[in-house]
């Protein structure tokens, strides 16, 4: 199975670069963000989710894991996964490694994207226009989550580049530059 972890910060380009790793790799992908946002909004569930994210403050640990769990156990035929947004934080990272691990599988690798917050804030505002998402709309929700990233998320790359399993891809550039740059990481091993 090959299944990667695609870490980095909000609009890194993680989503993008999915699509496109997904139809070469025969992979499946969940993302954690799209999987809350596509909760019935009606749902108990759902509103909670909301009011951390509208904020742009994660989601407890124990609500995103059993999503994430959930999620997974709906493709048990998977060629491998791309984890998009998850995990983010070093609990996450330990729940993921031991679910995993239950069913004698793991992560191959992470593919970290690697883009300064300049740019980040740019690309989050234009994505706005189009997202219709209240969490890119406003600056000070962006800086909140770059902020949080920083904190809670950035972490989880030491836990994988502490397994040996790291990849640092420069996130600058265009689609497809960037596209070959994870293909050439992943490809090598
Ligand atoms: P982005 O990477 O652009 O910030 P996502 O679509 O991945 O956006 O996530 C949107 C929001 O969903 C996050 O700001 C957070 O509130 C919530 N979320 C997504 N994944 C997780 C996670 N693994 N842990 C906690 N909260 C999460």
New binding site residues.
């Given amino acids: 199975m090959l299944n990667l972890v695609l870490f ?5 380009g ?2 993008t670069q999915s699509e496109k790793l997904i139809g070469k790799y025969g992979l499946v992908h969940i ?7 596509a909760l019935n909004p009606d749902s108990d569930l759902a509103k909670l ?1 909301k009011s ?10 124990e ?2 894991i059993e999503i ?1 769990e959930n999620e997974v156990a709906k493709h048990p035929d998977a060629k491998g996964v791309i984890y ?6 070093n609990t ?1 990272a330990e729940a993921l490694d031991k679910f995993l691990s239950s069913k004698g599988s793991g992560i191959t690798m992470m593919v970290a994207l690697d883009v300064n917050e300049g740019e980040l804030k740019t690309r ?1 505002l234009s ?1 706005a226009k189009v997202s219709g ?1 209240a ?2 709309a406003d600056p000070d929700i962006i800086q909140t ?1 770059i902020d ?2 920083n904190k809670q ?1 950035a972490p989880v790359a030491d836990f994988y580049k502490s397994q040996g399993k790291l990849r640092l891809i420069d996130g600058i550039g265009s689609i497809d530059e960037i596209f070959n740059r994870i293909c050439t990481a992943i490809d090598k091993g």
């Avoid at 980095?8 to 890194?12: D, E, H, L, N, V």
């Avoid at 993302?31 to 946002?37: E, P």
């Fill in positions: 980095g910060p909000p609009g890194a993680k989503g993302s954690t963000g799209d999987v809350f946002r989710a951390y994210s509208d904020k742009g403050n994660l989601v407890p640990d609500i995103t994430l998009d947004g998850f995990p983010r934080t996450q989050l994505r998402r969490d890119d989550r949080n990233y998320t």
